[in-house]
Antibody, heavy 121, light 106 residues
């Protein structure tokens, strides 16, 4: 397990872009797969997508077109951008680590502490 | 998408009870299933992966079983620290999906 820390604005206006960064410690981001997962208040977990250090991404189809992810290997960080946010995007956002899906490694063994993002004008 | 359905949604067991939580997938995901425990205000914690492999450091009173579309999380001799919400997750295919959660209430 590795320490992960999310950072970014806790308040985003409707129709604007949500941007978050996850900083990874004690492990190289050039290994493994890195995900964003969110949890609306009082609700369950929703996988948003993941990224590999090559830049290869996979997203939940319901968010396709609004979501992008990127990796900064020099800073050992990865990021999330979600455009055109609405109240439905308000949630605690977690970053998490998983392993190679080709080897059946899609479980999340390390999670950040989560960051609450509110959508309001 | 693969839909994950957990039952029951809530449970009110007593300390010392044996607890079972069921997770059903809309299609075969075997053995690519994980279980997590989440306490209020905290990130989820991995308990079990590959349906039955206990994550390092997790107490042995937790166990996972099942195959195909039906999986079970069992907690033998429930402890006070185990009152939490439990989620299953499939990673057989993208998009990864979670069950809606099972809350163990005091």
């Amino acid at each position: 397990q590795v320490p992960l820390v999310e950072s970014g604005p806790g308040l985003v206006k409707p129709s604007e872009t949500l941007s978050l960064i996850c900083s990874v410690s004690d492990a190289s981001i050039t290994r493994d797969y890195w995900s964003w997962i969110r949890q609306p208040p009082g609700k369950g977990l929703e996988w948003i997508g993941n990224i590999y250090h090559s830049g290869s991404t996979n997203f939940d189809p319901s968010l396709q077109g609004r979501v992008t992810m990127s990796v900064d290997t020099s800073k050992n960080q990865f990021s999330l951008r979600l455009t055109s946010v609405t109240a439905a995007d308000a949630a605690v956002y977690y970053c998490a680590r998983s392993f190679s899906p080709s080897q059946g490694g899609g479980w999340f063994d390390s999670w950040g502490q989560g960051i609450l993002v509110t959508v309001s004008s | 998408d693969i839909y994950m359905t957990q039952s029951p949604s809530t449970l009110s067991p007593s300390v010392g009870d044996r607890v079972t939580i069921t997770c059903r997938a809309s299609q075969n995901v075997s053995p690519w299933l994980a279980w997590y425990q989440q306490k209020p205000g905290r990130a989820p914690k991995l308990l079990i992966y590959k349906a039955s492999t206990l994550q390092s450091g997790v107490p042995s009173r937790f166990s996972g079983s099942g195959s195909g579309t039906d999986f079970i999380l069992t907690i033998t001799s429930l402890q006070p620290d185990d009152f939490a919400t439990y989620y299953c997750q499939q990673y057989n295919d993208y998009p990864y999906t979670f069950g809606q959660g099972t809350k163990l209430e005091i």
